[in-house]
């Protein structure tokens, strides 16, 4: 069974612009959420989607946000991007996201805002 | 607000001894722990996990400890090895919580010299 993948690994972008993460989740998983990593802050729990609704909200700003689609596949956005903006995007995935789920994570997207 | 708190940044021990990672939470309505390890360039990957019903989970050479009274958790790796040099993160979440939310410390960066 393959593992939650997430594109781009990599992705340089400037001020003020805006950028779009994709992650697809193990098959037959319908909870996806992000999370933001930077170091000494730990995860930051971004937000959760499950069956195309988002289920909760982290503590971020309305630049970021995110949607989920049929197939459970979850986009996240970024807009008018910021330098406190770089991090490790990463995105899990849970089969319904009970709070005693494991989650499995994808390898994540590292974000650079010059 | 950090409601889970990693205090050490790094631990470095010898293969073959103990290895204590600490992690002290603040919020009384968590009753779920976990503790995920992460590599470089890779995403978290479940290690352990506890309910709030118990104040001990083992598996092989990890044991996992919980002290509700002292909101404090702790993550024994016994013998350690130097394929466990990773970064530890401990994460917590509550059931009243509806859906999959984690929170996360800020990571305990582990090295076990040969």
């Known amino acids: 069974k393959a593992g939650v993948t997430q594109t781009p690994r990599y992705l340089i972008k400037t001020r003020g612009q805006q950028v779009t993460l994709s992650c697809s989740p193990i098959?037959?998983?319908?909870?996806v959420s992000w999370y933001q990593q930077t170091p000494g802050q730990g995860l930051q729990f971004l937000f959760e989607?499950?069956?195309?609704?988002?289920?909760n909200k982290g503590n971020f700003p309305g630049r970021f946000s995110g949607r989920q689609f049929s197939n459970s596949r979850s986009e996240m956005n970024v807009s008018t991007l910021e330098l406190g903006d770089s991090a490790l995007y990463l995105c899990?995935?849970?089969?319904?996201?009970?709070?005693?789920?494991?989650?499995?994570f994808g390898s994540g997207t590292q974000l650079s805002v010059l | 607000d950090q409601q889970v708190k990693q205090n050490s940044p790094s631990l470095s021990v010898q293969e073959g001894r103990i290895s204590i990672l600490n992690c002290d939470y603040t919020?009384?309505?968590?009753?779920?722990f976990l503790w995920y390890k992460k590599y470089p360039a890779e995403g978290p990957t479940f290690l352990i996990s506890?309910?709030?019903?118990?104040d001990k989970n083992e598996d092989g050479r990890f044991t996992v400890f919980l002290n509700k009274s002292a909101k404090h958790l702790s993550l024994h790796i016994v013998p350690s090895q130097p394929g466990d040099s990773a970064v530890y993160f401990c994460?917590?979440?509550?059931?009243?919580?509806?859906?999959?939310?984690?929170?996360f410390g800020e990571g305990t960066q582990l090295t076990v010299n040969p």
């Open positions: 899990a995935s849970s089969l319904v996201g009970f709070t005693n789920e494991k989650l499995f």
């Open positions: 098959s037959g998983h319908r909870s």
């Open positions: 989607y499950f069956s195309e609704t988002q289920r």
């Open positions: 919020n009384s309505m968590f009753d779920y």
């Open positions: 506890i309910s709030s019903i118990k």
């Open positions: 994460a917590a979440s509550a059931q009243e919580t509806s859906g999959s939310r984690l929170t």
